[in-house]
């Protein structure tokens, strides 16, 4: 049963998530005794994938902009060229888009959220996370190829050195009716989606001209910026940053919630962060019931002081 994964590459780079999605492909390949492959779109350098146990790089190179019904058909021909029984894609927006489409060009059956390997008893089912993340199901999937959605941050990146073999993968491209491109993040910006770190802020920081104080600790974090739903409503920072229920979803390592009350849309699309900290005046925001640490103080106050402690103890560990 060979595994194939999608390798998502961002300016010719790989993004953190698919690497991801490479380590989870060479373990899932290694319970199943099989080879890892894997398909690259417009990738500078594709050696990086050799450390993460890929045996064999199909490069593809395409002059469209992203869609989701082009990139779905080239998939289905690589899966089809590799007679892959597994396929692994990442949860990003792109392939969250493409997904269904790959499911029923396969007839195969699709899992998203999936936080774990597969069971290693018989039958082939998954670990997900259902209900906005409040819970976890396990799903079999009985379809001769299966396809698994990969949740953010699930599994980590695990490095496995093999010899990969690079082969350029020429699929018959049929164009698109459809052309979805979206820019995620400003160029020198961390993603929320591939951030390990992720830094939100609400109305408690009073007005827009009071967000370097998001920006500056973001910078030394090397944290993604975020904002609650009110203030992308009002203006103050862009709808690419809502996280929440209704925004995007975050899983991020560490999630700081600078100034958020905690409404329970914010909370169910964060509460897949593993550890959550609030720094909120109100010691009786919702927000500090479902948070790992609270700091109950004034942000103007507190977030300075923390830069500070960041900045010396960064400067005593370089």
């Known amino acids: 049963m060979s595994v194939l994964v999608y390798i998502e590459s961002e300016n010719g780079?790989?993004?953190?998530?698919?690497?991801?999605?490479?380590?989870?492909?060479?373990?899932?390949?290694?319970?199943?005794?099989?080879?890892?492959?894997?398909?690259?779109?417009?990738a500078d350098d594709v050696s990086t994938l050799s450390n993460y146990g890929v045996d064999k790089v199909l490069s593809v190179k395409i002059t469209e902009d992203y869609n989701a019904e082009t990139y779905a058909d080239?998939?289905?021909?690589?899966?089809?060229?590799?007679?892959?029984?597994?396929?692994?894609?990442?949860?990003?927006?792109d392939c969250k888009y493409l997904a269904p489409l790959l499911s029923f060009g396969l007839d195969a059956g699709y899992v998203p959220n999936v936080v774990d390997l597969p069971d290693s008893t018989a039958p082939f089912q998954v670990k997900r996370s259902v209900f906005?993340?409040?819970?976890?199901?396990?799903?079999?999937?009985?379809?001769?190829?299966?396809?698994?959605?990969?949740?953010?941050?699930?599994?980590?990146?695990?490095?496995?050195?093999?010899s990969s073999i690079v082969e350029v993968f020429s699929p018959?491209?049929?164009?698109?009716?459809?052309?979805?491109?979206?820019i995620d993040k400003a160029p020198d910006k961390v993603s929320i989606a591939d951030a390990d770190i992720v830094v939100s802020?609400?109305?408690?920081?009073?007005?827009?001209?009071?967000w370097n104080l998001v920006e500056d600790l973001a910078t030394v974090l090397g944290a993604a910026t975020a904002c609650s739903k009110p203030v992308s409503d009002l203006g103050w920072r862009p709808h690419s940053e809502h996280v929440g229920q209704t925004g995007k979803p975050v899983a991020s390592n560490l999630y700081i919630a600078i100034g958020i009350s905690g409404a329970i849309q914010h909370l169910a699309g964060v509460s897949s962060s593993k550890v959550k900290v609030v720094i909120n005046t109100d010691p009786e925001a919702p927000f500090f019931k479902a948070?790992?640490?609270?700091?109950?103080?004034?942000?103007?106050?507190?977030?300075?002081?923390?830069?500070?402690?960041?900045?010396?103890?960064?400067?005593?560990?370089?």
Request: hydrophobic residues 45%; charged residues 20%.
């Open 13 to 42: 780079s790989f993004k953190k998530a698919a690497l991801e999605v490479a380590s989870y492909g060479r373990a899932l390949a290694n319970t199943l005794n099989s080879s890892l492959s894997a398909v690259v779109f417009n």
């Open 291 to 318: 948070a790992d640490y609270g700091i109950v103080g004034d942000a103007f106050e507190v977030v300075p002081k923390l830069i500070e402690k960041l900045k010396a103890f960064k400067a005593q560990n370089t």
């Open 132 to 162: 906005t993340n409040k819970a976890f199901s396990k799903t079999e999937i009985s379809t001769e190829i299966k396809i698994i959605g990969l949740s953010n941050n699930a599994f980590g990146l695990v490095e496995q050195a093999v």
């Open 74 to 93: 080239i998939l289905k021909q690589a899966v089809e060229r590799e007679q892959s029984k597994v396929v692994v894609l990442s949860s990003s927006a």
């Open 172 to 182: 018959e491209i049929i164009p698109s009716k459809v052309v979805v491109k979206g």
């Open 201 to 210: 802020a609400g109305r408690g920081l009073k007005g827009p001209e009071n």
